[in-house]
């Protein structure tokens, strides 16, 4: 980038273009459009005036290079077979079994999200893999209890990239333990696990709001709509058996994590050969996903055609019905990557990485703290967990590992627990469109409910962060900010039944 530049690369004008959008997604309650803008502003600065460098900006550089990205190809495509997947246990009547059967052991509105809960936390595979399979099991569950869309979509999006964050197997560790370089990375993500506050106390606020019985702020006034209802009801039609729903999802589940280990050289021979958490470090999720369910979904077919559920023309029409459920989330999905594209573009690495090293001299022991507030804003403008982990960890690695050890941990864990809660928040993030689509909410109805849990979260975290910078105790630190938070929520819930 020039000194021509009237916005110059790797200064604070880089996140502009995500905060413009972001904003007016909040404002006008319409993500597409919104998003489209930030592209455009985004376009505008990269090309200072010039109409040709606009058009390459948006467009070459832009849409059709994150549409010909391998990976992004392949979460698309992974997408597309679970909208298959789901748009098949639905058509077998596997949905249906499943909701006769909740209907007996599944009794309140407490049961059907504690539910929901324990579904998100077993799957922790993958974020994506996550959000659509929980929420196409437990629809029909919650729909039954009235839990409101928006509520599902919060326990969905809140048992998705927390749960994935803490999971040594998962694709989030692969990714953690990639962008570390000259220590095991796997080896630190296990170390950070403790102190991972913001994942840890979303999984202990989740629980304490359903057991309690509450909810506040705009989630408070969301209820199950009469056309949701009946829609949910419409859609879970057939004469199948619950093992139609659960012998698919096992499948997936198992073939997922059987292409995961694959691409990273469990079964390859010689030197190639890796260990299973070596080849859960080295995997390509994106491949290993779209192989695995793939696998799981030929598998479901010959299963079904087996048991006389479905006819092989019926399996054939549940593939572009699937396909057509997940439009809305892929169009959001190339628009986000699309801005991210622009915003690494215009150098926020740059400008992200000279806070960062810059504050690490003077503020020693508040650095956890201001490593979670910096990874949560970069997420939350950006979208992308996974991108703050690049451009943090190694930053964090390379101003702590010879001084500080122990301090690298806590703020490495910061890193990753301040970009999940930015990740969390924001409504250009992959996974929260993903809660969304897997709960057939409305997208920024979902980001607007979600807010409040999550910031109140969020500001516990930080606090704790500011106690384990000076006890370096996980321990201590937990036990403080699980006091202040329990204690924070028995308060607002006081609050809300007075109102």
Same mark, same amino acid.
């Given at each position: 980038m020039d000194s021509q530049w009237l916005f110059q690369a790797?200064?604070?004008?880089?996140? !502009?273009?995500? &905060?413009v959008a972001i904003a007016l997604a909040l404002i006008t309650k319409e993500v597409y459009s919104s998003l489209f803008i930030g592209v455009i502003l985004g376009g505008?600065?990269?090309?200072?005036?010039?109409?040709?460098?606009?058009?390459?900006?948006v467009f070459s550089d832009g849409v059709i290079k994150q549409l010909s990205d391998p990976w992004n190809v392949g979460i698309i495509v992974f997408l597309v077979i679970l909208g298959a997947m789901v748009s098949l246990m639905n058509k077998a009547g596997g949905s249906a079994a499943f909701g006769e059967w909740a209907k007996k052991h599944i009794k309140t509105k407490t049961g059907a999200?504690?539910?929901?809960? !324990?579904?998100? &936390?077993?799957?922790?595979?993958d974020d994506y893999f996550n959000c659509l399979t929980v929420g196409s099991v437990m629809k029909p569950v919650t729909d039954k209890h009235k839990v409101s869309r928006e509520k599902l979509a919060y326990l969905i999006d809140s048992t998705a990239a927390p749960i994935c964050i803490i999971a040594p197997i998962s694709s989030w560790a692969a990714a953690v333990s990639g962008f570390v370089d000259g220590e095991n990375g796997l080896s630190l993500f296990l170390k950070a696990i403790p102190f991972n506050f913001y994942a840890l106390f979303t999984i202990i606020m989740m629980f304490t709001i359903v057991i309690m019985n509450f909810d506040y702020g705009p989630m408070a006034k969301t209820i199950l709509t009469d056309e949701q209802s009946s829609s949910a009801s419409s859609s879970y039609e057939g004469k199948g058996q619950i093992i139609d729903l659960i012998f698919p999802i096992a499948v997936l589940i198992v073939f997922c994590t059987i292409g995961m280990i694959y691409t990273g050289g469990f079964f390859s021979s010689g030197e190639d050969h890796n260990g299973f958490v070596d080849a859960f470090a080295n995997s390509d999720a994106s491949i290993g996903l779209v192989l695995g369910s793939f696998a799981a979904l030929m598998i479901t077919l010959v299963f079904y055609m087996s048991r006389g559920v479905l006819k092989f023309s019926e399996f054939m029409s549940c593939i572009?019905?699937?396909?057509?459920?997940?439009?809305?989330?892929?169009?959001?999905?190339?628009?986000?990557?699309?801005?991210?594209g622009v915003t690494d573009a215009l150098g926020a690495k740059t400008f992200v990485a000279g806070i960062v090293e810059n504050g690490a001299a003077g503020f020693l022991n508040f650095m956890p703290a201001i490593i979670f507030i910096i990874a949560a804003l970069l997420a939350f403008a950006t979208g992308t967990s996974w991108g703050t982990f690049g451009i943090l960890i190694p930053i964090v690695v390379n101003a702590f590992m010879t001084t500080d050890y122990n301090l690298m941990i806590i703020s490495i864990s910061a890193c990753m627990a301040g970009a999940v809660c930015g990740d969390h928040c924001s409504p250009i993030s992959d996974t929260t469109i993903m809660a969304s689509a897997g709960a057939q909410c409305p997208h920024v109805s979902h980001v607007s409910t979600q807010l409040p849990y999550a910031m109140t979260v969020a500001i516990i975290s930080f606090a704790t962060y500011i106690i384990a910078g000076f006890t370096r105790s996980a321990l201590i630190s937990f036990a403080a900010g699980a006091v202040i938070l329990i204690g924070t929520l028995f308060i607002l819930k006081k609050k809300f039944s007075d109102r």
């Open positions: 790797g200064t604070f004008w880089a996140l !502009v273009p995500p &905060i505008l600065f990269i090309s200072q005036g010039s109409f040709p460098g606009f058009l390459n900006a999200q504690i539910s929901s809960i !324990v579904l998100g &936390i077993l799957i922790f595979i572009p019905d699937g396909f057509k459920a997940m439009v809305p989330a892929i169009l959001i999905l190339t628009l986000a990557w699309t801005l991210k």
